[in-house]
């Protein structure tokens, strides 16, 4: 008997909230080699973002024991994945280390969105999958229909799916022994050419870039020296080891294991998730397949905010990029908020991610712009320019036409929300491409639409008008002509190029108005009026006007009361600290990012 | 020579609450009034013997505000200021106001009369009376108790008692008024020939009947516009019946024995709060500015009364001012006067903090650069300000404008 017989690579997959992140926790307190009372610090504490939005960015991996009842000790490697659609490709490579996957339907809800994009996403790795109903232990757990759906919409054999509470512990013993029987052990050969896969790494200052991997022929040792099969670049094995979590050194690492490896690796870039790591002196002769090179799908601008220093955005972003390959930024200059960065992102969250840690890890005060999406500028020349800041979008009368990202967004909801989902994707230039019942009362809808009208507000728009039931998967699909315009903004008669965007052309009037009318509730009164204005080119299509203020005095100080009065000034002076000057017109930091969110809904 | 102070002592109880009023006050009938003058009492003792330690100073004014100061029992009101003047040395002219509301001082000519005379008697030499409107429909909008009628009543014979230093309250820009409705108030209050006159401009507060209406949109406010337009008015039109504009909502009429172009009738205790002068407070919710401490009384009557029974003061919050927070407030403070802040004065208030900078500035020029040294960060902004004509700035201090009135809460808070 080999020792790979006694090997299980697996992951968790599941929807988001479906309690995949509570279940590793839960595996890790039954079988890991933490002690309990230490978990908390060891394995949960990493993130405040992700525990908060109840999601999982940044990939873990644990080593686990397990003693089966047929006697045998058993290494279980847990692989987790990120959560979220912007991360598929990590999760298809966190996959891809794997041999089987624990997909977790929360007995509650059924199947979802996600859940499927995950499923198919296991399948294309080849992974055997083993269902388990979470949330068993709550009362509005409904595991018969569960079942069903599993059966009915994923096709997999629900019968004898282990049913658990991550929560409290129920059933997880069954579980694993599901998961010995279920999930076959790696296949490989220790002796063969070195061939291992990244599938995350992060970068630690004492060690340089620590690299997750999974061995699928040969081994790998301390003073090997290695090569990135797709970068081609050379690093000396400082350490190799186990995850427990956290990296405990080992001798070697061989076919079928998952572990790290340390080679005083400088950034992150130079060890990206997909690539194949071969030895320099015996190298493999190809790759495994998968690679892919990470691609931003959204930009938005950063820029110091009032008081900040740029010095400190560059220092924070540089910080954040060590440990994040797929995030991007390049030095911008804008006339309106002045130097800052242009910075690309897997998607929305990711951003949203990226941004809240500058705040919350950095404690910088930043301006975001509108996010927006990489265009394709086809010019009268044949030259093709690829715009993600509407600002650079060429003249107009030098471009053939300008082409869009689509994405293939798939939507799964109760039957109820249908209509108004329509309505919603029909107002965002959705168009439905096809419609299935996945059960009586759980639809399937596939759409294509402008990734652009995706990144706005969508997610919170479908989520409002479905009672948070919906659920959305997307991906990219492919580039299309389109007719689009700038618009450009105007406060005071100064254009503003931080506010431009890139609209459908028949939408642009009614973008017009609607942005000008959030702009008139969002910029304060001014000692004079503001004229807000719409234009395409020259043309003004929209026009609002932020009457001007003429008083701002409190008539009496309550019976000595200065500090009262103190409070309410020093209020004021905060308040406008969050402002940005733009010649004479103040204008709140919120405008830049809150500006298009025109739920049409609301 | 050190400054003199003086002592607010709030008197948190009227007839009914008014629907603009956001003060402390509690509905007069029911409430332990008793309790709570004695309660005062126990409070000035306390306050006395911290002062005498520390090395008392003359009371040069004396202000009890409210609530509505007149519908307190004249017996304990008199009980009161007996041990306020066997606790503190209060100067033999120092002044002595009483806040009262039409209608409150009685509804019988004689017991009006000798009320009155009771508060003569008191040293009291200052009504401030809460006209706030000579319309009855908006008095009555107002949720005042009151008519003109009473006012002109109660006028008489205030008069007649020989009090000669009397303020009436106006508030304008009530919901459906126009300037023309104010400037009739006025003119009907100019007619009593008052020595002081407070306008202050109807500020809608929340928590109150007012505001809530204006959050269920019952309650259409007056544009700012049109206030702004009637306060201009206002202004204009006491200036022209002999009244010095002294601060941004207080009026004090002119007389042959004004010095420097300053109208004796100025109410001494409200510059104290302007001028960064220090002045104790007493009672519910009160606020004093005591030897460069900031410091404020519980708002709870229940705790209030807990803790002068146990013989402890009252406060809730205390704040020893820093340097920065002296100069501060004398800006901001100082700005509400019309003849402004000067560098002198500002700076001065800084050195007497505690945190103060050992800085010994000697001439103007030496007290403009230090002041301007604090507020480099303000400056720009503040020039700006005073490029658009909002501000003042001279070789010796600030003041705003008419116009800079408007929106003097920006000014202001340049420099907090």
Redesign the interface.
Known sequence: MSYLDNIRNFSIIAHIDHGKSTLADRLIEKTGLVEARDMKEQYLDNMDIERERGITIKLQTTRLKYKANDGQEYILNLIDTPGHVDFNYEVSRSLAACDGAVLVVDATQGVEAQTLGNVYLALDEDLEILPVLNKMDLDSARPDDARAEIEDIIGLDASEAPEISAKTGMGIDEMLEKLVEVIPPPQGDPDGKLKALIFDSYYDSYKGVIIYTRIFDGRVKRGDTIRMMNTGKNYEVTEVGYCIPGTIPADELKAGEVGYICGSIKQIADARVGDTITLASDPATEALRGYKKAQSMVYCGIFPAEGEKYENVKDALEKLQVNDAAFNFEPENSAALGYGYRCGFLGLLHMDVIIERLSREFDLDVITTLPSVVYKVVMKSGEILEIQNPSNLPDPTLIAHIEEPIVKADIMTPNDYVGSIMTLCQNRRGKMIHMEYLTKTRVQLHYEMPLNEVIYDFFDALKSRTRGYASLDYEFLRYQPAKLVKLDILLNREQIDALSTIVPEEEAMAKGRGICEKLKDIIPRH?FEVPIQAAIGQKIIARETVRA??????????????????K???K??AG?KRMRQFGQVTVPQEAFTEVLKLDDGK | MDKKRGIYIHMPFCVQKCNYCAFLSFKADGSPRKEYTDALEKEIKLRAALENEQGSKKIDTVYIGGGTPSVMDISTVSEMIKTLRRSFDIDEDAEFTLEANPATLGRKDGVMLAKLQAYKFMGINRLSMGVQSMDNDRLHFMGRIHTAENVARDMHFIRQKGFENVNLDLIFSVPGETAEDALSDLEKILALSPEHVSCYSLQIEEGTPFGDMAERGELVEVPDEEDRDTYHRICSRLKEAGYEHYEISNFARRSENDTDGRSVYRSRHNSLYWNMDEYIGIGLGASGFVNGVRYKNTSDLDEYFAAINEGRLPVAEEHVNTAFDNISEAVFTGLRRREGVSYEEAVSAYMKAHDAEDIDPQTDNDFRDFFWEVFSEAKPEAEAYAEKGLLIIDDTGLRLTKTGIDISNSIMSLFV
């Open positions: 000692q203020y003429r008083k701002d005095v409190l008539a009496k100080c309550y019976g000595g009361d200065i500090t009262r009065k103190k309410l000034l020093e004021q002076k406008k």
